[in-house]
């Protein structure tokens, strides 16, 4: 089963990044502006994907 997961997300992740090699040429629309993340917005984006995790862990603990 973990196998199977494994090659599912890595296929995802493949098929998210082909948009970024489909235009090549004159026909491209022109690069945008996007915001970068500075560190204590991403510091922040993990301590709360952390959160997440460790609530769901806890519950799972405490159910068993």
Excluded: D, F, H, N
């Excluded at 560190?39 to 959160?51: F, H, P, R, V």
């Amino acid at each position: 089963m973990k196998k199977i997961l494994i090659g599912a997300s890595a296929t995802m992740a493949t098929l998210a990044a082909l948009p970024a090699y489909a235009c090549t040429g004159l026909g491209c629309p022109p690069p945008r502006q996007v915001p970068e993340i500075s560190a204590l917005e991403g510091g922040a984006a993990i301590a709360a994907l952390a959160a997440v995790v460790l609530i769901a862990w806890e519950r799972r603990r405490r159910a068993a």
